[in-house]
Nanobody
Framework: QVRLVESGGGLVQPGGSLRLSCAAS????????MGWYRQAPGRQRELVAA???????NFADSVKGRFTISRDNAKNTVYLQMNSLKPEDTAVYLC?????WGQGTQVTVSP
């Protein structure tokens, strides 16, 4: 059983930044691909960013150039750095590995 705990969400103004963290209960960071997803009300869950076990990354077109994904294997933690935030980035952000999901953290971008 793997437990994933997200943190770092909050309310931020447009153009602001947030860094989300996803802490894993087991030594899986760096061993498996992990992803950050988001789900806004009335919309389907979408993949925002992913990092493979080898360190390759990919991003949704809507966040390219603004978001970065990184990890700290020693801390079993994956990060999502979000810059130049827009109101349309408002959503619950969740991390995932395999069939495991965290509970999510709310990000709200509003003046």
């Amino acid at each position: 059983q793997v437990r994933l705990v997200e943190s770092g969400g909050g309310l931020v103004q447009p153009g602001g930044s947030l860094r989300l963290s996803c802490a894993a209960s087991a030594r899986i960071v760096g061993r498996y691909a992990m992803g950050w997803y988001r789900q806004a009300p009335g919309r389907q869950r979408e993949l925002v960013a992913a990092i493979t076990s080898g360190g390759s990354t990919n991003f949704a077109d809507s966040v390219k150039g603004r978001f970065t994904i990184s990890r700290d294997n020693a801390k079993n933690t994956v990060y999502l750095q979000m810059n130049s935030l827009k109101p349309e980035d408002t959503a619950v952000y969740l991390c995932s590995v395999g069939s495991y999901w965290g509970q999510g953290t709310q990000v709200t971008v509003s003046p």
